[in-house]
């Protein structure tokens, strides 16, 4: 994580109830910039069940909310050095649906292996820990 910002996002009024519920999932969500503007991708808010036939799609891309100099400053920097722009979290603020977006770097091949020998060897003590009892 290098750098996170706080910005608006645009929510139809069956994603805002669906959102007050917690019934919202960032696992695949990113953040992407097209033509000037910043676009939350693969964020999934479930659909509102009292909404009927005025729902809204669970995974539609949504319009996030910043300023033209955030824009440039923050996004654009993603996208020159190959980072990435990730949503840590959806919340309300003072009544407004916030996201904190992060600008992360990927993991290289190397920091993955030592994350899986990591997992792997955090498995087997807790499977020794479990056959002690």
Known sequence: MLDTLECGIALVG??????REGRVSLDEAY?????????????????YIEANRFNHAPRRPRKLL???????????????????????????KRGLAKVLLGLCRGKQRHDKREAMKKAQADRDIRRQMFRRR
């Open 31 to 47: 953040a992407r910039v097209k033509e000037d503007e910043v676009w939350l991708i693969g964020c999934d808010i479930a659909e």
């Open 66 to 92: 910043l300023h033209r100099r955030e824009v440039k400053r923050f996004a654009h920097r993603a996208y020159e050095k190959g980072l990435t722009l990730v949503p840590l979290q959806m919340y309300f």
């Open 14 to 19: 069956s994603e805002v109830k669906s959102l």
